[in-house]
């Protein structure tokens, strides 16, 4: 699976942004797919992901501000990000993965909340 994200930037504290990774490859039933995001000095942790199953599994610090989404005509992930906060600085990594592929992880796209 390949992943190629895009729509960093930079945003005003209070701001929206909307990542998109788009995907190619071969995706298997079960295949999980969602967003990490690495602070600088931090681990890579998960913000929110799609199961398995299609429900949604997200981070408590980005509950109520966060949307995961998908368009398999497309074949694109989005991640809609609202009220942004200084502490959501981070690169956030687009993820797939499957019990029999492995994970797979984009390049990541730099997303940065200042004034």
């Known amino acids: 699976v390949q992943l190629v994200e895009s729509g960093g930037g930079l945003v005003q504290p209070g701001g929206s942004l909307r990542l998109s990774c788009a995907y190619s490859?071969?995706?298997?039933?079960?295949?999980?797919m969602g967003w990490y995001r690495q602070a600088p000095g931090k681990q890579r942790d998960m913000v929110t992901v799609?199961?398995?199953?299609?429900?949604?599994n997200s981070a408590d610090s980005v509950k109520g501000r966060f949307t995961i989404s998908r368009d398999n005509a497309k074949n694109t992930l989005y991640l809609q990000m609202n009220s942004l906060k200084p502490e959501d600085t981070a690169v956030y990594y687009c993820?797939?993965?499957?019990?029999?592929?492995?994970?797979?992880w984009g390049q990541g796209t730099q997303v940065t909340v200042s004034s």
């Open positions: 490859g071969t995706i298997l039933s079960g295949t999980t």
């Open positions: 993820t797939a993965f499957h019990v029999r592929q492995g994970r797979s």
């Open positions: 799609f199961t398995s199953g299609g429900a949604t």
